[in-house]
Structure formats: structure tokens, C-alpha cells
């Protein structure tokens, strides 16, 4: 076990105690406190690096630029709701680096996702490398150009990497719990790596590979990193684990009902942006296995075809409300949520870390569209 934030949370200055109550205003809690570090982080930062580079300040633009057009920062409320879930006296402060670098970690694994898969969109503004090429202005738009914009976007990724490693350093300093909690965030890192890998590779193994790309810093990380750092035994651990599982599966599988039919105003990519890029995601796969060939065709008409147009995405969406896939994946979803919440039932764990445990898991489960 290591130590408990909550020990040397007496010896902060200005700490930021927050209650988990039976609501969402918690997570709006979470959400301004990140916001507002993560603004703070990147206005010391453009100072640094202006004086040290200002030349590369447009990298650091774009990498600041996606992770401010974040949402509702459900990796860091995980965080907190493990943190709470061991100990509920334990300062949101302790752990407010250490949630924007989850945050900035996404971004670096978007920028590079973003670049990998074509994709031009994300959060309702452009992909970085799109962003980079605008700035770059006449430069961007041949094809050295281009190529000069898209590495830079990659640096703009990495550059993401390193400042997330220094602000999860500094919770985990903070928390006297660098040495396990460090390991832990950094297997992360491996996991999606190796899940992004497979991903490119067509691995059959979709489950196994979304369990490494999502699952690992979407769910288990942050649960897993918010308990080591507010100093969780064994036993602890072994329940969020058992918790983050299905979780991680239920987050993914959301997330692929929502890029094949949620609100463009909402995902901020096109309407059926997942169908056109050709993601062989839980939609699909319900298709080919419970449609027939001939029915399916809508589908097989369009996936992969990033110019196919809104009509041809909506009949195949069309078809697969009539065929009953879209109903039958919502029912895997919510039947993942359950089993999710189920350890949580008698767990060694906190009232108010399980109630916030609970209300994500709900999030997840949630219909959307």
C-alpha cells in the first residue's frame, strides 16, 4: 500500500475539498478544476516555449487548441471517483495534475489517431494536422507542404506525451506515490500503443485490441491511477479492476454507436463518419453476423468509402434500425454497465467513490443521438 494523499493534503495550501454527492454536479466540479489547470498549464507553457523556440509555437497551438475543446473530462472524473471511492476526505487538488495529464495524454493519442486514420474532424474543429496545414497557409497545400504540416502534427502528439508524463509525475510526487502509481500510468501508455497496433494491423481479435486501445486509458487506467494515488490495498484494487473490465468494453461500444449514429452537433465528426472510414466496430460486426449478405448490402455499399454520400449512409443506418442491430448492440451496452456495477455491490470502498462509480457507469450507459 502506498501512502494516502489525504495525509499530506493537511499540509497543503488552498486545498480544493470536494463532495461527491448523489448528482452530476460533482463531475461539473471535476470539469471546471481541469479546465481551468489545463489553461493555466498551457499559458505557462507558451511563455517557456517562446522564449526557449517561438518558432515552434504553432506545434504547441495545435496540441492546446484539441485539448481545450475537450467535453465533460470523464477520464480525470474516473480519477477522482477511484481517489474518493478509497479515500472520501482526500483533496481534489492532490490530484488535479494528474487529471489533466489524462487529458492531455488523449490528445496526444487523437493527434496521432486523427493523422493514421484520414480523419479531418474532432470535437467540431479540425484534426491537428489539418489545423497545422491551415497555419502553414500556401505551404500546406502541396504535397511537401503537407507532408511538413502532418510531422509537425506528430511532434505536436509527442510533444503531448512528454507534458502529460510531467503532470501525472507531479500528483504522483504530491501523493508519495510515484514509484507504483508511474508504472502504472506508463503500462498505460504501452497498452494503447499495442492496441493502436492492432487496430492497424485488422487484428481479429477486435475485442482484445479495443481492451488495449480504449479500454486501458479510457476506464482502467484512470480508476486504477486515482485509487494507487489515494493509497488503495489489494483487495481495492482487484474490485476496481473487476469494475473497469466490462466497463471499458461498455465505454467502447457507446463510443461506436455514437460515430455511426449520434449528432454530428454532439461527436463533432460527420453522420456516419465510422461507417464511411470503414471501423470494423461493434455495429458492423452485429451486421455480419446476424444480417444476411443480401440485406446488408446499404452497408457494404459504404463502409470504407470516406466520399460516400449522406444518403447512402442514411439507408444503410436506416437498415440496420430495421434489422434490429442498432437495438441489439444497445442491449449488449446496457447488459455491460450491469455487470460493471456488480462488484461494486458490499466492495471495501467508500459510499461516495461508489455512487460516483455508479453515476459514470450510467454515463456510459446512457442513449445518445
Known amino acids: 500500500m502506498v501512502r494516502s494523499c489525504a495525509r499530506k493534503d493537511q499540509t497543503m495550501t488552498q486545498p480544493q475539498p470536494m463532495t461527491v454527492p448523489a448528482s452530476q454536479s460533482w463531475l461539473e466540479t471535476v470539469r471546471r478544476a481541469v479546465d481551468e489547470r489545463l489553461s493555466r498549464f498551457f499559458a505557462d507553457e507558451r511563455a517557456a516555449v517562446g522564449e526557449l523556440a517561438p518558432d515552434a509555437l504553432l506545434v504547441l497551438r495545435g496540441l492546446e487548441s484539441l485539448t481545450l475543446r475537450g467535453g465533460k473530462r470523464l477520464r480525470p472524473a474516473m480519477l477522482v471517483a477511484a481517489q474518493r471511492a478509497i479515500e472520501p476526505r482526500a483533496s481534489l487538488s492532490m490530484v488535479l495534475s494528474a487529471c489533466a ?10 493527434i496521432h489517431d486523427d493523422w493514421m486514420d484520414g480523419d ?34 506528430i511532434l505536436a502528439g509527442d510533444l503531448g506525451c512528454a507534458y502529460a508524463n510531467r503532470l501525472f509525475l507531479e500528483s ?57 494515488l489515494a493509497g488503495a490495498h489489494h483487495a481495492q484494487l482487484d474490485v476496481l479492476r473487476r469494475v473497469a473490465r466490462p466497463l471499458g468494453e461498455a465505454f467502447q461500444v457507446r463510443d461506436d454507436l455514437l460515430g455511426t449514429f449520434g449528432d454530428p452537433k454532439k461527436t463533432g465528426k460527420p453522420v456516419g463518419n465510422d461507417l464511411r472510414v470503414g471501423k470494423h466496430n461493434a455495429i458492423v460486426r452485429e451486421c455480419e453476423l446476424s444480417v444476411p449478405a443480401e440485406t446488408r448490402a446499404p452497408l457494404t455499399a459504404i463502409l470504407g468509402r470516406i466520399g460516400a454520400s449522406d444518403d447512402d449512409v442514411r439507408r444503410a443506418m436506416t437498415m440496420l434500425e430495421q434489422t434490429g442491430v442498432r437495438a441489439r448492440v444497445e442491449a449488449r451496452l446496457a447488459k455491460l454497465v450491469d455487470e460493471a456495477k456488480a462488484p461494486l455491490a458490499g466492495a471495501p470502498l467508500s459510499p461516495e467513490g461508489v455512487r460516483a462509480i455508479s453515476e459514470l457507469a450510467d454515463l456510459f450507459g446512457a442513449r445518445e443521438s
Open 172 to 228: 504522483a510526487n504530491a501523493c508519495g506515490a510515484a514509484g507504483p502509481a508511474l508504472e502504472t500510468y506508463l503500462r498505460v501508455q504501452r497498452d494503447v500503443v499495442l492496441g493502436q497496433t492492432l487496430d492497424l494491423l485488422g487484428s481479429p481479435d477486435v475485442s482484445r485490441m479495443h481492451d488495449l486501445k480504449t479500454g486501458s486509458y479510457t476506464v482502467e487506467g484512470p480508476l486504477l491511477l486515482g485509487a494507487i
Open 101 to 110: 495529464s489524462l487529458e492531455i495524454l488523449q490528445s496526444y493519442l487523437l
Open 120 to 153: 479531418e474532424e474532432r470535437r467540431g474543429g479540425p484534426a491537428v494536422h489539418v489545423l497545422i496545414r491551415r497555419e502553414l497557409g500556401g505551404r500546406g497545400v502541396d504535397a511537401v507542404g503537407a507532408h511538413l504540416a502532418d510531422s509537425l502534427a
